[in-house]
């Protein structure tokens, strides 16, 4: 009979396992499991269908809106974030975990993955030039030829990466170095390639001069050699975000969507003529910041306005190239920043801002069609006149519902659980 067995009571098999074996292999069976779930793609697998989960905040998020989000194309979990401290941040794991991945002074403007390219991604600042990686953001360097500019948006082509600075247009072919092409005099705030093949064709919108009135957008048939200004009839001063799509089944002309201070705008034609989607009851008359296609589908696309402080923002998707647009229903209604993954059904990383906090916070949304659902919007008591519930009403299952944690808790729970009935039945067997 085993030493810790009695004749006229049950074998104490627990507490032998536990001096056995010790706490130590129990700490680290947990920890490999804790390690496994945060470092794969389980939370993206796991994501609630349709519903708006919250993620990790940044490390040192100062108080200021987060104007800059992207997601590798080539892996949905790679997400990179710049803040207005200058810092860059990536996480492997769908922002679970935030790691400081470049540190800097100027703050994050833009962050661009190129989809030809693997891997190469770029982010532009508020002074001082751009910077690139080419392994998905993970290390970085600086570009040359950028040297103290605002540098706002990128544009990539097959074998051209254009870029929108406060003093016009800059072209590169690998994303390191950099010259000017043209618009030396003009704020290039927006910027797109309609043709991504030889001859490159490029257009660029910027603000409206007062002497001369209408919404300036300039157009290159030669890959940003020269230029050519448009003045299509839009609403607003600044163009504010340019985004092309695929090409459609039929024809060979990519659709150009257009977001101003004061709506929304889609072409058919290049930029020529634009055709209102907001005003008139489509979508609020308000400023457009965000504009992402699904895919490769020339007729399903994303837009995103932060409100302009008005608290008119959102963030909608069209399954039919802006005819109908459906609400997500953000968990706040100013959306700062999108980025939206290489997927059939995406994963969208959004980042919105509070005003009257100052408080910026990042969200996950697993966009599968369906209506969305996700934590409740809690009134302000400024605005409300009501007082908010103490933390403490809620009950942690409600807590863990609405954070949308409880399915990845549970899974670990029961994988914990079947290896220790293993260990146990083990055990068993031996004391026999």
Not at 139 to 157: C, E, K, M, N, Q
Not at 328 to 351: C, F, H, I
Request: proline letters at 7%; glycine letters at 12%; aromatic letters at 6%.
């Amino acid at each position: 009979m085993p030493r810790n067995c009695r004749s006229t009571g049950p074998c104490v098999i627990i507490p032998a396992f536990v001096s056995l074996l010790g706490q130590r292999l129990l700490a680290t069976i947990v920890a490999l499991w804790v390690v496994a779930i945060a470092g794969s793609s389980v939370f993206a697998a796991l994501l609630p269908n349709s519903t708006w989960v919250p993620l990790t905040a940044l490390p040192n998020q100062p108080r200021s809106a987060l104007f800059a989000l992207a997601v590798d194309p080539a892996n949905n979990q790679v997400v990179l974030a710049g803040d207005a401290q200058g810092s860059l941040l990536r996480s492997i794991n769908g922002g679970i975990a935030w790691s400081v991945v470049r540190s800097g002074k100027s703050a994050i403007a833009t962050i661009g993955f190129n989809p030809f390219t693997k891997g190469l991604v770029l982010a532009g600042t508020r002074g001082a030039g751009a910077v690139i990686s080419r392994d998905a953001g993970a290390t970085w360097s600086a570009a040359r030829g950028l040297d103290g500019r605002v540098v706002r948006v990128f544009a990539f082509a097959l074998s051209l990466i254009a870029a929108g600075t406060d003093r016009g247009v800059y072209l590169s072919s690998d994303g390191s170095t950099w010259t000017q092409s043209g618009l030396t005099n003009r704020n290039i705030n927006a910027l797109a390639a309609e043709a991504v093949h030889e001859p490159v064709r490029l257009v660029a919108g910027s603000d409206a001069l007062a002497s001369a009135g209408g919404l300036p957008l300039y157009q290159s048939l030669d890959a940003g050699v020269t230029w050519k200004q448009l003045t299509p009839a839009v609403s607003g001063s600044i163009a504010v975000k340019l985004a092309t799509g695929p090409l459609p089944p039929k024809g060979n002309i990519r659709p150009l969507v257009m977001g101003t201070n004061t709506g929304l705008f889609a072409s058919k034609d290049n930029g020529s003529t634009f055709a209102p989607l907001s005003g008139g009851g489509l979508l609020p008359t308000t400023d457009y910041t965000q504009v992402s296609f699904i895919t490769n589908h020339f007729d399903r696309y994303y837009v995103a306005s932060d409100g302009g402080g008005s608290g008119a923002g959102g963030l909608w998707r069209t399954n039919n190239a802006g005819q109908l647009f459906a609400s997500l229903r953000p968990p706040e209604a100013s959306v700062t920043a999108l980025a939206v993954s290489n997927d059939e059904k995406p994963v969208l990383y959004v980042a919105t801002f509070q005003p009257s906090t100052h408080v910026a916070k990042l969200w996950a949304y697993h966009d599968t069609g369906g209506t969305p659902h996700g934590p409740p919007i809690t009134p302000s008591p400024v605005v409300s006149g009501v007082r908010t519930p103490a933390a403490l009403a809620q009950t942690l299952l409600d807590e863990l519902i609405q954070s949308g944690r409880l399915p990845y808790i549970a899974l670990g729970l029961g994988a914990l659980a079947v290896v220790l009935t293993a260990i146990a039945a083990h055990l068993r067997g031996r004391y026999r």
